[in-house]
């Protein structure tokens, strides 16, 4: 039961391996990439607490030492304070140009390490070891790292692609149910945006996945990936297709905003959310089937995620606030606000087009609904 999914960037390219039992074989993996038997593994406390021996005993088969640092857990840490801090640690433990970094834990611990790979010695290679499902699906591939600001999140960060991802099914078991169903936002985001058949698969088979049933598991992953893959392939930097990605996440940032990255509401929350008013505004322009939404959101439900503006507890400003928040997308081009679409779904497309009095009376009738 293992997968392999290969990411073509030319001398950047990479394999993602997908399956259960990958932590236990890291080190033969990882081997061929070392000229010495050494790594500095960076990780969450979460993570390290329930898989970080196991991670250890992997790279121990293959002889390999491993030194490794403890970071807190949450979107708090994708920060400067924390960055500095793992830089140093890393030149501390004198990690060379030609060494090996491992990101082991979430999209936060992901970032961040690729981020610090990225700069420095002005770039060493990194290993993404993705232990939750939107890390395994969405952030360890494609090469995005990077930290929050308080202008904004993900502001600070560099394209520096991973040598190899090793995403181990296994560990998705200790998740949360809350953290495995924001991450099913970002994998039910790729059948929305390219793949019909991706999404039927998933109204019939995610609730097995959900419920840990591993060959699922594994299909949603490696599903996932090759769509990312594919389109990173195609546009590396985000200079056009790869804003496809972004379904969603235009809603998405400005409700995480007006939530104060807080846990009210999670980011992939907020993805599976943003899905639903994207489909919305599509049906409302005549671009999309009428009853695409209600079956997007009847899907959702069913997860147990979050699919409304009513799902989200407290406060959140008007339309025209959140209206606001959306102005200021990383996604702003010449003052204009990109937009991801669709034309039915697995049909998105990028458009700067859409009527802001639309998008602000479709938000005025989801918080209404609150
Ligand atoms: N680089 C990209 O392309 C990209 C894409 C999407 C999202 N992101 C970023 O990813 C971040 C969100 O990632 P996330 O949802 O993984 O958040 P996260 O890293 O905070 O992980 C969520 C929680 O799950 C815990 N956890 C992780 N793996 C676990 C496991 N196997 N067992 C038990 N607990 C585990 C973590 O400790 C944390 O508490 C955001 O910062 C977002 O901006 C980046």
Known sequence: MQETVHVGLGDRAYDIHIGP????????????LLKRK?????????????????????LQNADIEMVSMVLPAGEATKSWPHFTTTVEWLLEQKVERNDVVLAFGGGVIGDLVGFAAAVLRRGVRFVQVPTSLLAQVDSSVGGKT?????????????????????????????????????????????????????????????SRAAAGDMEARI???????????????RDETEQGDRALLNLGHTFCHALEAATSYSDRLLHGEGVAIGCALAFEVSARMGLSPQEDPSRIRAHLREMGTKVDLSDIPGDLPDA???????????????????????????????????????????????????
Request: glycine share 10%.
């Open 320 to 370: 025209d606030g959140l209206l606001e928040l959306m102005a200021q997308d990383k996604k702003v081009v010449a003052g204009k606000l990109n937009f991801i679409l669709a034309r039915g779904i697995g049909q998105a497309f990028v458009t700067s087009e859409v009527d802001r009095d639309l998008v602000r009376r479709v938000l005025q009738e989801a918080l209404a609904a609150r």
């Open 38 to 58: 050494r790594v500095a593994v960076v990780s969450d406390e979460n993570v390290a607490a329930l898989h970080l021996d196991a991670l250890k005993s992997g």
């Open 146 to 206: 990077g930290i929050n600001s308080p202008y904004g999140k993900n502001l600070i960060g560099a394209f520096h692609q991973p040598s190899l991802v090793l995403a181990d099914t296994e560990v998705l078991g200790t998740l949360t149910e809350r953290d495995f169903l924001a991450g099913y936002g970002e994998v039910v985001k790729y059948g929305l945006l390219g793949d019909f058949k991706f999404f039927q698969w998933l109204e019939e088979n995610a």
């Open 21 to 32: 039992g990958l932590l236990a074989r890291s080190g033969d993996l990882i081997a061929p």
């Open 219 to 233: 299909y949603a992953v490696k599903r996932s990936v090759e769509m990312k893959a594919e389109i990173v392939e």
